[in-house]
């Protein structure tokens, strides 16, 4: 297994079924946090959603169509990080992610997100990193303005969620863009 460090003390790692006790007791201490605007809390609610949960993004990973990896603090599970999809054919992939409370506010997202662009854009031959937002997640937008991503626009009432419909903001990098940004720091 490898470990990516993240500074203060946090790294990323694959997040494998084997760790679905893990990864439930990870939700289960951010279930109301991270279901403010991911609906990860509602797919993933006891040992058998969330080992089925871990093995999609398995299948995917062995597929190459998505990744999913974890951020640990302190030696705890605390959030991830992950690509919903990856069409490397296409060179598209959306990324994503999720925290619990204890972690918000430390740029550990960010650190996290910017290693797995770098992974998927200079080693599959991604071109088009997209990032799916509800519009009232300011924590999540403030990710990728700092990574640098463009707002395209929003969608608007497109996404259902618990009974309510959300605007949807869709912003993006690409590799010219992302490898410019990434030289100029």
Not at 19 to 36: K, M, N, S, Y
Request: hydrophobic share 40%; net charge neutral.
């Amino acid at each position: 297994m490898y470990a990516v460090p993240l500074g203060d003390g946090a790294e990323l790692r694959p997040l494998e079924p084997w760790q679905a006790g893990e990864f439930l007791d990870h939700i289960d201490r951010g279930r109301e946090f991270i279901g403010r605007h991911v609906g990860l809390p509602d797919r993933v609610t006891d040992l058998e959603s969330s080992r089925s949960h871990l093995q999609a993004y398995a299948d995917k990973a062995a597929a190459d169509k998505g990744r999913i990896y974890g951020i640990w603090a302190g030696g705890r599970l605390v959030g991830g990080v992950l690509f919903v999809t990856m069409d490397v054919g296409q060179g598209t992939a959306e990324a994503g992610c999720w925290l619990e409370p204890s972690a918000a506010g430390k740029g550990l997202v960010t650190r996290a997100v910017r290693v797995i662009i770098d992974w998927a854009v200079e080693e599959r031959g991604i071109h088009r990193v997209e990032w799916l937002v509800s519009s009232a997640n300011r924590a999540s937008i403030a990710v990728a303005e700092r990574l640098g991503m463009t707002k395209e626009g929003t969608l608007r009432e497109s996404y259902l969620y618990r009974g309510k419909r959300q605007d949807m903001e869709v912003w993006s990098v690409l590799a010219p863009e992302w490898r410019a940004s990434r030289q100029a720091s």
